[in-house]
């Protein structure tokens, strides 16, 4: 099932997509329901959205409405780096030292922008880079979660764009400032439920810009794979519903290009994950 959050004629609802059609769900959601989060921790409200047929007094056309981000406030967005076997070749050649255990780091949550909203080149930033990354609700929260049990505590996926300040991620070792900038966290373009994938490391994942294929990989090529990282962070911190995870980027990012190539103002970069969708931004100059 795919849960969108979306605008239609000045309204923003939440909805069920079925083929080209939104079947609209907020007659059964609860007063005060943000975004796709919580009608994932209502497991009678999805059962029920299943079984809704499209017809022309529930559903709109999906080309006629306004896709938002699907998750609005995650209680984290939290974000792994160095993920794909590809990607640490890149960056041994540009003299990177190749980690040895998960590295994790978190984007701000007023990052988050829509799957098909407009990117901001903020004034502050030279060197403005893009990462395809396959993104992870948590439905199930939990502690010390074990590697095995780990894909049962996932509501769903999405697709992602970890756009990156490079200039100001090599300011602070923790690298926040550079993935933190205002519309730089696009996610979407809806969130496919957990049970439409029946495996997150056999997924096909790639980026273009202006329609050059830049990046063009498999989640298999992760280095740790989605069970892997869920069981690791759950060692750290409680996952709680609702928290968003992005599970690295593979090879082909504009700083590793020889010359390295960074994003400029006009440009469209498209992400797209087999089974999920895709989602296409525009690079514009951030508003004075």
């Known amino acids: 099932m795919k849960l969108a959050r979306y605008r239609h004629n000045g309204t923003t609802?939440?909805?069920?997509?079925e083929g080209d059609r939104l079947i609209d769900l907020a007659a059964l959601l609860p007063e005060g329901a943000a975004d796709v989060a919580a009608v994932l921790a209502l497991p009678e409200i999805l059962a029920t959205a299943?079984?809704?047929?499209?017809?022309?007094?529930?559903?709109?056309?999906?080309?006629?409405?306004?896709?938002?981000?699907?998750?609005?406030?995650?209680?984290?967005?939290m974000c792994m780096g160095m993920n794909y076997k590809d990607h640490e070749e890149e960056a041994r050649r540009l003299g990177?030292?190749?980690?040895?255990?998960?590295v994790w780091f978190s984007k701000q949550i007023t990052c988050i922008n829509g799957p098909f909203d407009d990117v901001h080149f903020p004034q502050a930033v030279e060197r403005l880079d893009y990462e395809a990354e396959?993104?992870?609700?948590i439905g199930k929260?939990?502690?010390?979660?074990?590697?095995?049990?780990?894909l049962n505590h996932i509501a769903g996926y999405f697709v992602a764009n970890d756009v990156s300040a490079r200039d100001w991620q090599a300011k602070s070792p923790t690298w926040t400032l550079g993935k933190s900038f205002d519309?730089?966290?696009?996610?979407?373009?809806?969130?496919v439920t957990a049970d439409e994938i029946a495996n997150p490391q056999e997924l096909t994942i790639s980026l273009s810009v202006n329609g050059q294929r830049r990046q063009n990989s498999s989640t298999e090529l992760m280095t740790y794979s989605v069970a892997r990282q869920i069981a690791y962070l759950s060692e750290v911190m409680t996952l709680e519903p609702g928290d968003i995870l992005i599970t690295g980027t593979p090879a082909g990012v504009g700083i590793a290009m020889d010359p390295p190539t960074y994003l400029q103002v006009g440009d469209v970069v498209r992400v797209e994950?087999?089974?999920?969708?895709?989602?296409?931004n525009t690079i514009v100059a951030e508003p004075r």
């Open 273 to 280: 994950i087999e089974g999920i969708g895709h989602i296409e």
């Open 141 to 150: 929260g939990g502690r010390r979660i074990s590697e095995a049990d780990a």
């Open 134 to 137: 396959m993104g992870v609700v």
């Open 13 to 17: 609802s939440i909805g069920r997509v």
């Open 183 to 191: 519309t730089h966290g696009p996610i979407g373009p809806w969130i």
């Open 96 to 102: 990177v030292a190749i980690p040895t255990s998960q």
């Open 50 to 77: 299943a079984k809704l047929q499209a017809s022309p007094q529930n559903s709109v056309a999906l080309d006629q409405v306004r896709l938002l981000a699907p998750i609005v406030r995650p209680g984290k967005f």
